[in-house]
C-alpha cells in the first residue's frame, strides 16, 4: 500500500504540507497510523505542484525513502503553491523499482496517485489493460499496476471525463476484474477527485477555504471527516460531495478498446502529453 494527499487553497510552502504536519506524509513513510496493509511506505515518493499561470505541474520524485533525502527540505521550504498532490510508496511485488514508478504520474494538467494494490497483476488485469489502445498501453512509464490504472484513467480524461466520474468509472472496471485495493486520487489543480475502495480516506475543509483530502490525518485536531469505503469524493473550492461506488451505478460504462470501431476524437497529442 501507500499514503498520498491532495492540498487545494491559499498559496502555501509546500513544506507546510508535506514535511511539517506531525502525523504527515513524512510520519505516514516509516509510521502510519491507519494503514490497513503494510507498515513502511519506503520505496519511493513523489511530489507535484502548480505555479500561479501555468496549468502544467511540476514534480519532484525519488527512488528511495522521502526521509533520506536531503534536498527535499530546501525544495520544500522555498515553493508556494495553491494546489499540491504527495505520495509515499510501498511497491507491490513484480512492479518496477525506481522514480519513474512512484507517484504523482502527470500528464498535461493532471496529477495522479494509487495507493493500493491489483492483485494478481498483471494476469489477472488484462480486462483492464484491454481498456486502452495499443500506442496508449506502450505508453506506460512504468511496469506496475499504479501505471496501469493512470493510464486507463488518463485514457477517460481525454475523451472529455470529468475527474469524478473518470476515477469512478476506472475503480468500478478495476474492481471487476478481482479484489482490488483502489484508493485513487487526481486532480488538476483546481479541484480534486479521491476514491475511497479499501483504505481509509479523509476530508478537512478548513475556515480559509483550503482543502485536505488525504490517506489519514496530519494532525489530531478538529474537522476531520472520514470518507466511507467504495465511495467517491469530489471537492473544490466550492464544495465537497460524496458518491456511493457500486455495481451498478451510472459510472460501470466502461467497454473494451475495439481496433475496429472509429476512437473518440482526444485532441492534439504531444510529447509533454504523454504518462510520466
Known amino acids: ?3 498520498h494527499f491532495a492540498y487545494l487553497g491559499r498559496p502555501v510552502a509546500i513544506r507546510s504540507v508535506l514535511l511539517d504536519p506531525p502525523f504527515g506524509l513524512l510520519r505516514q513513510s516509516w509510521a502510519p497510523r491507519l494503514q490497513r496493509h503494510g507498515t513502511v511506505n519506503a520505496d519511493g515518493y513523489g511530489v507535484g505542484w502548480y505555479a500561479d499561470g501555468d496549468e502544467r505541474p511540476a514534480r519532484y520524485r525519488r527512488e528511495g ?3 533520506a533525502d536531503g534536498d527535499l527540505a530546501d525544495l520544500a521550504r522555498v515553493v508556494r503553491s495553491s494546489a499540491v498532490l504527495g505520495a509515499v510508496r510501498s511497491a507491490t511485488a513484480g512492479c518496477a523499482a525506481g522514480a519513474q514508478a512512484a507517484a ?4 498535461g494538467r493532471w496529477l495522479f496517485s494509487h495507493n493500493g494494490v491489483l492483485p494478481g497483476w ?3 488485469f ?5 481498456l486502452l489502445p495499443p ?3 506502450l505508453e506506460l512509464e512504468a511496469r506496475t499496476d499504479s501505471a496501469l490504472l493512470w493510464a486507463v484513467v488518463l485514457n477517460r480524461l481525454r475523451s472529455g471525463a470529468e475527474l469524478g466520474d473518470a476515477l469512478a468509472e476506472v475503480c468500478l472496471a478495476a474492481a471487476e476484474s478481482g479484489d482490488a485495493r483502489l484508493n485513487l486520487l487526481v ?3 483546481t479541484s480534486v477527485a479521491a476514491t475511497a475502495w479499501g483504505d481509509t480516506l479523509f476530508l478537512r475543509r478548513d475556515p480559509d477555504g483550503s482543502v485536505l483530502v488525504a490517506s489519514e490525518p496530519f494532525d489530531d485536531g478538529p474537522g476531520w471527516s472520514e470518507v466511507p469505503d467504495r465511495t467517491l469524493l469530489v471537492a473544490d473550492a466550492a464544495g465537497s460531495s460524496l458518491t456511493p461506488l457500486t455495481p451498478h451505478s451510472p459510472h460501470s460504462s466502461l467497454t473494451p478498446h475495439s481496433p475496429q ?9 504531444t510529447r509533454e502529453d504523454v504518462p510520466r
Open 126 to 130: 488484462a480486462p483492464l489493460a484491454g
Open 187 to 189: 486532480t488538476d489543480g
Open 135 to 137: 500506442d496508449e498501453l
Open 1 to 3: 500500500m501507500c499514503r
Open 261 to 269: 470501431s472509429p476512437q473518440a476524437a482526444t485532441g492534439p497529442r
Open 122 to 124: 498483471p494476469r489477472a
Open 65 to 67: 525513502p522521502i526521509w
Open 104 to 107: 504523482p504520474f502527470a500528464a
